[in-house]
């Protein structure tokens, strides 16, 4: 009886620590939802859209974990193989639309089918296929452009330049999305590649252009990564086995499965293992681009000039779903060749509030590079050489974010059929004047940092009851600072005219152009080649 006994308390104590087990508890989970839903699907007052019900459920459950694992379903297939590939079915340009409005042709990519098609910046695309366009998003105009290359679609236009109107049968292409924005020489011996993604072959890419400007007499390189949000980890790699020795550890991988643990060596025989490499990075270049600034300084095979990156150590794989879907999920954590991860938010645990916290500087960590520099981990890369970006008043931000700048460029577009070529485009006073002008009839925010401060202060003071006691005071600093918006615009010129430069060249001669225009006035970059 006692031998029972024992064997019943042992299946008893194995039932509960099974019960315990993760499996169990999702399993209890899973079956809680299933009886909600079906209480929902009898019960609920009104019709219910369970396949949208369900969707908003599966994207809050991810959103809980961190921003980068997503569920996209099968609809959604073609933002994977965009997020891969940089390609889609396509026109191939940029849109805006206002509501109420059509659907306004901002920047074709070169040699597109838009292109090809005459389609020029400032063209209003009325309807698509019959069906016009102003009830609906930017988001669907865009959605109905697309489509599987080789068939046809549909536009009604009006003409930017004439009024025009025109009906074009335009057939889509596979658009490739070019990642190396733009390339050249900033002098007679430094090559300059500017970045802005890892999707599929753009190592390959980078290996052409580099040999590009060594013949045309590099000896010295800048590889810019400001701004680049990363993508493929295994282009990341590819791009330093252009630098490094074949078989160099450049990157680990940590995770629960232990396929995710892995050390990446470079597989390909180097293009150049000597020539000085300056890295640009700023708080927008993460993951990939933080593996490729992380790896070079590791290796001391490069100098990082700019300011701290983003802190992006994740690393998503795409598993698919049933039903056609996929899912971006979070599998690992990723390190630099001296052992550091930079991932810089917390994500696993988070306030009682929902938000999450920075890594504090008191818990990291000290790493050697290989000739025994001390870098650090939980917050990015740190440069080399730390410089500080150009900062910007508050009107210049209002008018780029508000893209205003881009309204008037293609205001310009409309009234000038050519412009100088990029190198010696510039815009003269009179025509500025006529960007101010344009402005005046505008609504934005042109306030001045100091009389937004001066607004922030009226209303602390009034609602800590004390306005009255000091408001002679305050008008008189508000009368002191109060200029018109005209005036505001004048006294930034100096930071907004390039801007606009840049949004105009790009008009004419795509966004490599705007680059070009923006190299003339990066102070950041100036200063880190003078310290480089």
């Known amino acids: 009886m006692k031998k029972i006994y024992t064997f019943i308390l042992a299946a008893v104590v194995a039932f ?21 839903l079906r209480h929902l699907s009898s019960s609920y007052v009104d019709t219910l859209d369970f396949e949208k019900l369900i969707g908003t459920g599966i994207d809050a459950m991810l959103e809980s974990l961190d921003p980068y694992t997503v569920y996209f379903p099968e609809d959604e297939d073609e933002n994977i193989q965009l997020m891969t590939t940089g390609i889609y079915g396509g026109i191939g340009s940029l849109i805006k639309k206002r509501p109420g409005g059509g659907v306004v042709i901002s920047e074709p990519y070169p040699n597109s089918p838009a292109v090809k098609a005459g389609l020029q910046p400032g063209d209003t695309i009325l309807s698509i296929d ?16 697309k489509g599987q290359p080789g068939t046809t679609v549909r536009f009604h236009v009006k003409k930017g330049r004439t009024g ?19 390339f050249g020489m900033l002098n007679d011996s430094v090559g300059y590649i500017y970045l802005t993604g890892f999707t599929s072959g753009v190592s ?13 007499g590099a000896r010295k390189l800048v590889l810019d990564l400001r701004g680049n949000g990363g993508g493929l980890m295994d282009e990341a790699i590819k791009i330093l086995s252009i630098f490094v020795p074949k078989g160099t550890m450049v990157v680990s991988s940590k995770g629960r499965e232990v396929t995710s643990n892995v050390e990446y060596r470079t597989k390909s025989e180097p293009m150049d293992i000597d020539i000085p490499i300056l890295v640009m990075i700023d708080n927008a270049s ?19 000039a700019g300011t701290r990156s983003f802190g992006k150590g994740l690393i998503q794989s795409v598993r698919p779903t049933s039903f056609g879907g996929n899912v971006k999920i979070t599998t690992g954590k990723y390190y630099t060749p001296s052992g550091r991860c930079v991932q810089a938010i917390d994500y696993s645990h988070r306030n009682e509030d929902g938000s999450v916290g920075y890594i504090p500087d008191s818990l990291t960590h000290e790493f050697r590079t290989a000739g025994g520099r001390i870098v650090k981990d939980g917050g990015g890369i740190t440069p080399d050489i730390e410089v500080k970006g150009r900062k910007y008043s508050r009107p210049s931000y209002s008018l780029v974010y508000g893209d205003i700048t881009g309204d008037y460029a293609i205001k310009y577009y409309k009234e000038h059929p050519t412009i100088a070529p990029v190198g010696q485009f510039c815009l003269t006073d009179e025509e500025y004047e006529d960007f101010v002008a344009f402005c005046e009839k505008v609504d934005f925010d042109w306030r001045s940092g100091s009389e937004a401060e001066i607004a922030k202060l009226v209303e602390v003071a009034q609602y800590d009851g004390i306005y009255d006691r000091c408001k002679d005071e305050i008008d008189a600093l508000k009368a002191k600072l109060d200029i018109s918006k005209a005036d505001a615009l004048r006294m930034v010129k100096d930071e907004i005219k390039p801007l606009l430069e840049s949004e105009i060249a790009v008009k004419y001669y795509f966004q490599a152009a705007g680059v070009q225009v923006n190299l003339r006035t990066d102070t950041q970059l100036q200063e880190a080649l003078a310290r480089f």
């Open 130 to 145: 019959g069906k016009d366009v102003y009830d609906e998003t930017s988001q669907q105009s865009s959605d109905r452009m």
């Open 286 to 304: 993460a993951s990939a681009s933080e593996i490729v600034a992380g790896a070079l300084q590791d290796l001391d095979r490069a100098t990082i």
């Open 164 to 182: 025009e109107l025109v009906d074009l049968n335009i057939k889509r292409e596979r658009i490739h999305l070019d990642k190396i924005e733009y």
């Open 204 to 216: 390959t890419e980078v290996r052409e252009t580099l040999a590009n400007l060594k013949q045309q």
């Open 16 to 36: 509960s620590a099974s019960a315990q087990s993760p499996y169990f508890s999702l399993g209890k989970s899973l079956e809680i939802q299933s009886s909600i």
